[in-house]
């Protein structure tokens, strides 16, 4: 069956026009879909009865397949989804008491990026999503909080891969999160481990969502020695990245800074950072480390976390504690993970004689 998340509305009235159906139909239907939030083709009770069998025998409303739902004591809900290869990926709905309902999204099936203490970035990977299957993840959200007379109102590209790893698929479905789902660029935020030259790219995509670096350390060997990308684009190369961006888009950048006690957590890695970022439009939300099964780092203490607050404000650089939800479930910032099927390598060719 074909996925109708999957076709635009030009592409759906060709297949209805296929079908012996008039093009307005695809207007009502998408209605269906992204305003209305139906979960099934009897839903769309607009559409002849007829009309709606035959789109149900020959048409599916979403192709990721729940695998598991964890709900967390903080209301945090984490899904594992199939994708139609087998793959696994994570995505976390969160409900926070002023209304707002973010959705937290995959852009890959595992991570190539290797940060020590992400537990995605330790199962390596597997694919790329492709626009569609990351756009469905936030929609399949949308569609039941629609249903219980709610809204998705952010989407975060901070679950499991590096976004700027699968840049055109991600530029797609931010689009597609616009265009469908009504989510505001402002209300849109994407995450990269700090990519520079994608980083630039973005600036000229004349979009105005939050954009996100993981950073966590402020000189080049100990940043290398957690995210080893930064060998390929050390700090200085990333933070004239950043400056183009913000010069470009007019937006200040966010940067997240995993607080490791005993580690990038005392008052001279605040001095350093805030050095660093000094003059920069940004904002810095730190995040006492979630744990991980292949990483020993313990989370700060809060009163750390507030004394590196007070050290950066000295430097004009704005910081805030980020509370930490769906931890009891594994749910928070770099603990999604899942089983990604190894890609089969098929053996050289033999040499031509």
Not at 124 to 136: D, H, M, V, Y
Not at 298 to 310: G, I, M, N, Y
Not at 320 to 330: A, E, L, Q, S
Request: hydrophobic share 40%; proline share 5%.
């Amino acid at each position: 069956m074909e996925d109708l998340y999957a076709l635009s509305e030009p592409e759906l009235a060709a297949r209805l026009k296929a079908l012996g159906q008039p093009g307005y139909r695809a207007k009502q239907i998408r209605g269906w879909l992204y305003e209305k939030g139906a979960a099934s083709f009897q839903e769309m009770t607009d559409l002849p009865k007829p009309l709606r069998d035959t789109l149900e025998a020959s048409f599916c409303l979403g192709a990721l397949a729940i695998e598991t739902e964890q709900n967390s004591k903080d209301g945090t809900i984490k899904r594992l989804y199939k994708l139609h290869d087998g793959q696994l990926v994570e995505a976390v709905l969160m409900a926070y008491e002023d209304g707002r309902r973010t959705a937290c999204i995959s852009s890959q099936a595992g991570c190539a990026m290797g940060c020590v203490f992400c537990a995605t970035g330790q199962m390596g990977f597997a694919r790329q999503l492709t626009s569609t299957e990351i756009f469905e993840q936030a929609a399949l959200y949308a569609r039941e909080l629609t249903q219980r007379g709610e809204r998705l109102s952010n989407v975060v590209l901070m679950g499991m891969g590096e976004p700027f790893h699968n840049y055109d698929a991600v530029l797609e479905a931010i689009r597609r999160l616009q265009r469908e789902l009504g989510i505001g660029a402002r209300h849109i935020t994407v995450s990269t481990v700090g990519l520079a030259p994608k980083i630039r790219q973005f600036a000229e995509e004349g979009l105005q969502v939050t954009l996100a670096i993981s950073l966590h350390a402020a000189t080049d060997a100990e940043r290398s020695a957690l995210l080893p990308i930064n060998d390929r684009w050390p700090l200085a190369e990333l933070l004239d990245a950043c400056r183009y961006y913000v010069e470009k888009s007019g937006r200040r950048i966010s940067f997240e800074w995993a607080l490791i006690a005993g580690k990038n957590d005392q008052p001279q890695e605040a001095e350093r950072l805030g050095r660093l970022l000094s003059g920069l439009p940004c904002h810095v939300n730190l995040i006492p480390l979630n744990p991980t099964t292949r990483y020993e780092g313990a989370p700060t203490a809060l009163s750390d976390a507030a004394r590196f607050v007070e050290v950066l404000e000295r430097y004009g650089v704005p910081a805030t504690v980020r509370v930490r939800r769906g931890i009891d479930i594994d749910a928070g910032c770099g603990q999604l993970k899942s089983t990604v099927l190894k890609r089969r390598v098929e053996p050289p060719a033999p040499p031509a004689r």
